[in-house]
Each structure stands twice: as structure tokens, then as C-alpha cells.
């Protein structure tokens, strides 16, 4: 059974504090992400720092929407958590497993955390960060740091898991309902050209992308339909 690393207990034990703090009557996921940027390193840590997702900017967040001692004067001892807020916890684990690691780190927690629709998400989307965005870029430095581990690679891309893959499916399949929605396509392109995409999963992907291509006339992704067939 996989434990929560030293780093990430220390989020959870920050995120409580964080509730306490506010004067909140329960630990919601707006306090495991203001922990999250309280770390000061970490994988976790520098994603939310890439897109400026400071803890002055999460406080601010938090404040806007509740203020400072507005939720209750009757702080209990020990603070419960919300169900969202436990959903994580309980998710962090299970990313981490996705990810073939032996430990549950603050980066699994943030993943879990990017994963569901809650005051956190709400909050970076106010901030107008993309939480999916997000999530690529933790992805992005997982596989990173997994290919310096490992033997050198003739690519000069970042392998792909398959939670990768999956969420490629996903943006894909956004792109494709809401084709208007240029943001999504535009993160669509940036994440194809960043990863090695597994042999297996290049004929249905490619076939996506030519639909995608027809739709949107870009050169950009037509581009890179050529580079995955070449490969």
C-alpha cells in the first residue's frame, strides 16, 4: 500500500492550518491548494508557480470568496474535511499508481486536486489559469524527470504515460465537441508536440488529429500529423 511521502503530509498538515487560519468550520481543497504553494519545492510547487499561481494570489482567492472569520467564530479542534476535499486524499493515491510510483507525493495530490470541479479549480479558473494546463505541465515534469533517470533516448520528446495518453483522449475529445473553443486546440497542439506518443496509440490518435485537421485548416497540427507518421 502506497504512503503519503514526508513532503506530502506536510500539504495536508499546511492545509489544515490554512482552514484554521481563515477561521473556516471545515479543510476544503482551496486550503490543499494554498498548501501546495507554500511547499517552496518540488514538482507541484514550480507548476503552480509556472502560471503564477502564488500563495498571495490563492489567499486572495480565498478572501474574495469568504473572507477572514465570515464562515464561523466556532472553530472545532480538529478540523473536518470537506467531501472534495477528501476525494482528493482519497484520488491522490490512485494517481500515483497510475503513474507506476511507490510513493504519494504533493504532485499526486495536485493532480487529484486538477481532476475534480471544486473551489480550488474554480479558484485558478478566476485567476484564468486552465487547470488542465496545469495538469500538463505536471505531467510534462514527471516524464522529464523519469527520462533523465533512465537510459538516454534518441528523442529529444517526453514519454508518455498512459494517464498521458488518456488525457490527450480527453482534450481530443473537447476539441472535437467544442471545435470554436481555440484555447483547448491550441493546448491540444502544444501537448502533442511536447511527448513521444507510444507505437499502440498512434493509428487511433492520428486518425483524430486528421478529423481535427479538416475542422480547423491549421498547418500547425498538420505539421505534426506528418511528424507522427514519419515516426
Known sequence: MLEFNDQAEAVMKKAKQAAADFRHPAVHTIHILLALT????GIAFTALKNFDLT??????????????????QNIPGDLPWTISAQEITQSAPQKAQELKH??????????????????ATNAMINLGVSPRRVMVEVLGFIGFEESS?????????????E????EIENIAQEVIKHYTYIFEF???CELLGRIEIPRHCLP?????????????????LQKLISSFLEE
Not at 533517470?149 to 504515460?161: I, Q
Not at 494517464?163 to 488518456?166: G, R
Not at 487511433?204 to 500547425?220: A, E, M, P, Y
Open 204 to 220: 487511433g490518435l492520428i486518425s483524430r488529429l486528421k478529423g481535427l485537421s479538416n475542422r480547423f485548416h491549421n498547418r500547425k
Open 55 to 72: 500563495t498571495e494570489a490563492i489567499v486572495g482567492e480565498i478572501e474574495e470568496l469568504s473572507g477572514i472569520g465570515l464562515v464561523s
Open 38 to 41: 507554500e511547499n517552496s519545492a
Open 186 to 188: 491550441e493546448l491540444f
Open 102 to 119: 511507490i510513493y504519494i507525493g504533493p504532485e499526486h495530490l495536485l493532480l487529484a486536486l486538477l481532476d475534480t470541479e471544486s473551489t
Open 163 to 166: 494517464f498521458l495518453i488518456e
Open 149 to 161: 533517470e533512465s537510459k538516454p533516448r534518441k528523442s529529444n520528446k517526453e514519454p508518455a504515460h
